[in-house]
């Protein structure tokens, strides 16, 4: 544990001297202490849950700067936030108390692309889209794609074992991470798994890694598993519903079909018009819920499942179902759920959820989300990775309306517990980091908590690293 | 660690003192200690490596067994390896020295299959054929096939995270476990893991256990995501050439191609005449090497990859490609495959090798497992998972030849230095056992290897399971 320092004098002693630390190993560009620099580093895209005001921001710009930052936190009893590009929703990346904010988004390098192999390595602050452009040109594809995937960092991806909307069909990222470069507790690195398409040398530290929030160690550089970009072919077919449930139906319908669609995504109302009033995209006018797919299968299978989504869409009472098969129609088709995030976020500060229910209960756990929403007086929009059952209820209060967020707080709160009724998880892809840390202690339990604290006490005994994030303490 | 008793007076009252105990705590059939079970249960089908005679065998049939024993042993000082059906090929099952064999292959029940949600519970003993035509009766599929499956378990393949043939395609058990019940050091009971198709609370323990080797717990029960049965049209394509070199040019050349095939085998002139010898399946004489390949696109595309993969074929110098359709047909055409480990195993103890190299260093691993072969006088024959780089030589000695035992053992450390020379790792699916301990230790180094044991000492703080497996103490 740090040692915390006592009274305000004592702290700031403390803080500045360890600021005169970081500039006597770093360039003074890399170590920034200046008050707007702090607030905007102090938390990540989940405002919502709790951060403090770092000790510095440190912009790492070589493995070397991690180890150095890692080895002074560890001498001097201040703690290590690492922070891809900050845009996580459950707080990982939150500083917290006696803490120096980490920042990754200046290892940009991809290292290498093997193309035989098909693999690649990024340094962590490399963007998904840049590593996804990047070996695109060899003919090759890297599946995970979360909502932020222009902006998101791959290790931040690895760092929280990020989703998306093609996870339906491909996996996380957890599937597509073969290895990985970490700077642990002690500031040692390690080269952890392997660039073979096989291997089970010893236990999967790499897969320990993944998802860890930066608790374990500070993954400075991912080898990823890439697919050929050739041999798919996407369709889109979107459904206009009359009510989230008949959407939700039709989830479950397609999910019972044997069809594994590429992409199953659902807008509500609130996302349609939120949309709409922001960007104008001619989006239908009186409905209340879209259901977007995407099918990949090559020439006639692809045709099949396309037209089998469509009809099960039509039998769960779809309103109108559009298809489309050239690139820009299809991409056309999804821009609105690419929009969706950024404009509810102009309606006000959004308390993200990020519940996974079994895919046949998504109709009635929407159902129970908009009884939440009623009985606690508050906006609740619905984006949804439906075919994974993994929903993002957004909970919306107006700036400044204290009460109004006490009311989301408490639909937060309500949602979770309904979910985990259904036999759901409390966090589908977003991660537990501070806003799951309730959820997370009913779902894993007295031992199983135990265990995280047994392995969390293995790797890092001084928590050094990111104390309090992705598991209950 | 344990109480290990100084002396043989000693011991042997310690060994009657445990009998003593299980006998107290479970009926006489799953209490064996006859000098017969004593000897089959002692080593899992790697004979080459060290095993001990265990105390007792224990054949649980309820989760309460396995916790009784663990319990037991925990407090007696004494050691449980937890066993399946013995099928592995590193040694991870040998019994250790003052051990309790404890065997899962009674514990037989499905205890669910949710067609919806795709995914199968099943106890640790369930046969790993009997779970996937158990849900092929649901529609579903259940991709991992080690070349075991017909008599090896679920709860075995899990914990040695196994491959097979078609995670060239379809990625290997690890990526199908959702969820683990599994009993730990001190006999409690956890589950981890999910049945959601997302999720990621905490830390991924359940892709922890997958692969440990029984040295962290002892799985109990396995929750697998399922894949839809239909989609799949299979296609088989065989070339038969006249060098293994020829073979191995033409996995490089299907690998570069962006075509991933369903299965992608390797089999040399020894396992042909092997087979031929037992089977007489009229397999053509006078080739040196047939590779065996799958796709398993529908309909257009389906047919394309198998042209193209006919013609890679035959540009890489086949001397004749065989293609089938039918499922009959594909099956014959494969059987050469599965027959080819027992038709080896009826010409003396086979000793296995199990490295992985990169895609297209496949041509010169072959090339140098031939020197080995050659420098060391021994006879290795070749099956390969070639599309994944992963290479089964087979060192085969004469019975009773000790000499020749010998020279099989260096043949074998060659081809482990030769295999990381070119970047490979030192087991591709079979663990780290005991056999490739060393391997493991030259590949992992001192600092990964600590991470392994504070992990273990984390879970397993007095030693009590499977001490000595999966990476090098």
Same mark, same amino acid.
């Given at each position: 544990?740090?040692?915390?320092?006592?009274?305000?004098?004592?702290?700031?002693?403390?803080?500045?001297?360890?600021?005169?630390?970081?500039?006597?190993?770093?360039?003074?560009?890399?170590?920034?202490?200046?008050?707007?620099?702090?607030?905007?580093?102090?938390?990540?895209?989940?405002?919502?849950?709790?951060?403090?005001?770092?000790?510095?921001?440190?912009?790492?710009?070589?493995?070397?700067?991690?180890?150095?930052?890692? +080895?002074?936190?560890?001498?001097?009893?201040?703690?290590?936030?690492?922070?891809?590009?900050?845009?996580?929703?459950?707080?990982?990346?939150?500083?917290?108390?006696?803490?120096?904010?980490?920042?990754?988004?200046?290892?940009?390098?991809?290292?290498?692309?093997?193309?035989?192999?098909?693999?690649?390595? !990024?340094?962590?602050?490399?963007?998904?889209?840049?590593?996804?452009?990047?070996?695109?040109?060899?003919?090759?594809?890297?599946?995970?794609?979360?909502?932020?995937?222009?902006?998101?960092?791959?290790?931040?991806?690895?760092?929280?074992?990020?989703?998306?909307?093609?996870?339906?069909?491909?996996?996380?990222? +957890?599937?597509?991470?073969?290895?990985?470069?970490?700077?642990?507790?002690?500031?040692?690195?390690?080269?952890?798994?392997?660039?073979?398409?096989?291997?089970?040398?010893? =236990?999967?530290?790499?897969?320990?890694?993944?998802?860890?929030?930066?608790?374990?160690?500070?993954?400075?550089?991912?080898?990823?598993?890439?697919?050929?970009?050739?041999?798919?072919?996407?369709?889109?077919?979107?459904?206009?519903?009359?009510?989230?449930?008949?959407?939700?139906?039709?989830?479950?319908?397609?999910?019972?079909?044997?069809?594994?669609?590429?992409?199953?995504?659902?807008?509500?109302?609130?996302?349609?018009?939120?949309?709409?009033?922001?960007?104008?995209?001619?989006?239908?006018?009186?409905?209340?819920?879209?259901?977007?797919?995407?099918?990949?299968?090559?020439?006639?299978?692809?045709?099949?499942?396309?037209?089998?989504?469509?009809?099960?869409?039509? !039998?769960?009472?779809?309103?109108?179902?559009?298809?489309?098969?050239?690139?820009?129609?299809?991409?056309?088709?999804?821009?609105?759920?690419?929009?969706? =995030?950024?404009?509810?976020?102009?309606?006000?500060?959004?308390?993200?959820?990020?519940?996974?229910?079994?895919?046949?209960?998504?109709?009635?756990?929407?159902?129970?989300?908009?009884?939440?929403?009623?009985?606690?007086?508050?906006?609740?929009?619905?984006?949804?990775?439906?075919?994974?059952?993994?929903?993002?209820?957004?909970?919306?209060?107006?700036?400044?309306?204290?009460?109004?967020?006490?009311?989301?707080?408490? !639909?937060?709160?309500?949602?979770?517990?309904?979910?985990?009724?259904?036999?759901?998880?409390?966090?589908?892809?977003?991660?537990?980091?501070?806003?799951?840390?309730?959820?997370?202690?009913?779902?894993?339990?007295?031992?199983?908590?135990?265990?995280?604290?047994?392995?969390?006490?293995?790797?890092?005994?001084?928590?050094?690293?990111?104390?309090?994030?992705?598991?209950?303490?």
């Amino acid at each position: 544990m740090s040692a915390e320092p006592a009274e305000t004098e004592g702290a700031f002693a403390h803080r500045a001297e360890v600021v005169a630390r970081l500039r006597a190993l770093l360039p003074p560009d890399q170590v920034l202490t200046d008050a707007p620099t702090l607030a905007e580093y102090a938390h990540d895209d989940a405002e919502w849950a709790p951060f403090e005001t770092p000790i510095a921001v440190v912009l790492a710009e070589h493995e070397r700067d991690v180890v150095a930052v890692v +080895r002074l936190a560890a001498a001097s009893g201040v703690h290590v936030v690492p922070r891809g590009a900050g845009t996580g929703l459950s707080g990982g990346a939150n500083a917290v108390a006696n803490s120096i904010v980490l920042s990754l988004e200046r290892m940009t390098r991809i290292v290498e692309i093997d193309a035989a192999e098909r693999y690649a390595v !990024a340094e962590a602050g490399v963007i998904n889209d840049t590593l996804r452009a990047a070996v695109a040109e060899h003919g090759l594809w890297y599946p995970p794609d979360p909502a932020s995937y222009r902006i998101s960092t791959i290790g931040g991806n690895a760092a929280t074992n990020a989703g998306g909307i093609c996870c339906v069909k491909y996996g996380v990222t +957890r599937d597509y991470v073969l290895g990985l470069r970490v700077v642990l507790a002690d500031g040692e690195i390690v080269d952890l798994g392997r660039r073979t398409a096989k291997g089970v040398t010893g =236990y999967d530290l790499t897969g320990l890694m993944v998802g860890s929030e930066g608790t374990l160690g500070v993954i400075t550089r991912v080898t990823v598993k890439l697919l050929p970009l050739a041999g798919r072919e996407e369709r889109a077919i979107v459904g206009a519903f009359g009510s989230l449930r008949a959407a939700g139906d039709a989830v479950a319908a397609i999910g019972a079909s044997g069809i594994v669609p590429a992409a199953l995504e659902i807008l509500d109302r609130t996302c349609i018009e939120a949309v709409d009033a922001w960007q104008a995209l001619g989006l239908p006018h009186g409905v209340d819920t879209l259901l977007l797919a995407k099918v990949d299968e090559v020439g006639a299978l692809g045709e099949r499942h396309a037209a089998s989504v469509a009809s099960l869409m039509s !039998a769960a009472g779809a309103l109108g179902v559009e298809q489309a098969f050239e690139a820009d129609e299809v991409d056309r088709l999804f821009l609105a759920r690419r929009l969706a =995030y950024p404009a509810l976020e102009r309606l006000g500060p959004v308390l993200t959820e990020d519940i996974c229910v079994p895919r046949g209960a998504v109709p009635e756990m929407l159902t129970r989300i908009q009884a939440a929403a009623a009985e606690h007086d508050v906006v609740i929009a619905n984006i949804a990775h439906a075919g994974d059952g993994n929903l993002h209820p957004l909970i919306i209060a107006p700036e400044g309306d204290e009460a109004a967020k006490g009311r989301a707080k408490l !639909a937060f709160d309500r949602i979770v517990d309904e979910c985990r009724e259904l036999g759901g998880t409390v966090t589908g892809e977003h991660g537990v980091g501070l806003l799951k840390i309730p959820g997370a202690e009913l779902e894993l339990g007295p031992r199983v908590i135990a265990m995280h604290a047994a392995v969390k006490q293995a790797l890092d005994p001084h928590g050094t690293l990111n104390p309090g994030k992705a598991f209950p303490g």
